[in-house]
């Protein structure tokens, strides 16, 4: 079965042309929303596509522009619709996801922890879990911040979805000649050096076969002026369907 992917934004973080990069992944009748940052239900807004209609929102990392709209989804949620959405969350971010970003605006009587706004399910490295009929996932740790967790995705076995990662050519070469990866959608940072980000000077060194496979996203907002400059790597844009 056909992943389709939609993107409720593609930028970076200091991004002000582009959304938060977020996606909405369709299965089957089931709709994940991977990462819910600030501009999120913004985004949702002016796609026409209630809050109520996400299955479920699976978070990578708790960096502002992937998890700053949590709080006004659980809230919704909670007020418009009388239930807690579903989480999945890396085992390691559940903590730190509750007690420095979430407790401060959430916690109040009768929400005391992250189980108390969610329904949460833990996701453990090394182990595939089956979200949906046709979707499963394997949560990949990639290097952002030194000290912090952060994690990409490995969907249906066969397409990688990165979070905000630093230059992995070696993973994404294990990916691609032994482990079956047939599209990757990788973040890019167009300039300045990538002490945080992979840089498209890096994504460009990797071989064509691997660069066949990459569409661009996170992006900053000068990414028009890179159109025709990227190789065989196209750029994602917001809003748009795309089939995996």
């Known amino acids: 079965m056909t992943l389709r992917l ?15 990069n977020n996606a909405l992944l369709y299965a089957d009748g089931f709709t994940l929303l991977i990462d819910c940052g600030i501009t999120a239900p913004l985004a949702l807004h002016h796609m026409g596509k209630p809050m109520e209609a996400i299955d479920a929102v699976l978070i990578t990392h708790i960096h502002g522009d992937h998890v700053g709209g949590l709080e006004e989804y659980a809230f919704r949620m909670k007020y418009g619709h009388g239930r807690k959405p ?5 085992e390691l971010l559940a903590e730190p996801l509750w007690e420095n970003t979430l407790k401060g605006g959430l916690g109040q009587d009768g929400i005391d922890s992250l ?10 490295e090394g182990q595939i879990s089956e979200l949906a009929r046709g979707l499963s996932l ?3 740790r990639t290097p952002h ?16 979805y990165s979070a905000d990662m630093i230059f992995q050519p070696e ?3 294990e990916l691609v000649r032994q482990r079956g990866c047939r599209k990757i959608l990788h973040e890019v940072q167009l300039t300045g050096p990538g ?11 990797l071989p064509a076969d691997l660069r066949e496979k990459i569409s661009l996203m996170h992006y900053g907002d000068e990414m028009e002026s890179f159109i025709g400059r990227t190789k ?6 917001q809003h748009e369907i795309y089939d995996l």
């Open 138 to 140: 394997e949560i990949i």
């Open 171 to 173: 993973l994404l070469t």
């Open 232 to 237: 065989e790597m196209a750029f994602l844009h």
């Open 145 to 160: 911040i030194p000290g912090k967790n952060s994690y990409s995705l490995y969907l249906n076995g066969e397409i990688f």
């Open 6 to 20: 939609q993107m409720l934004g593609t930028g970076g973080a200091f991004a002000k042309r582009y959304y938060n």
């Open 86 to 90: 579903v989480l999945y969350v890396p």
């Open 195 to 205: 002490q945080v980000h992979t840089t498209l000077e890096e994504l460009l060194s």
């Open 115 to 124: 189980e108390d706004a969610f329904h949460v399910h833990l996701l453990r």
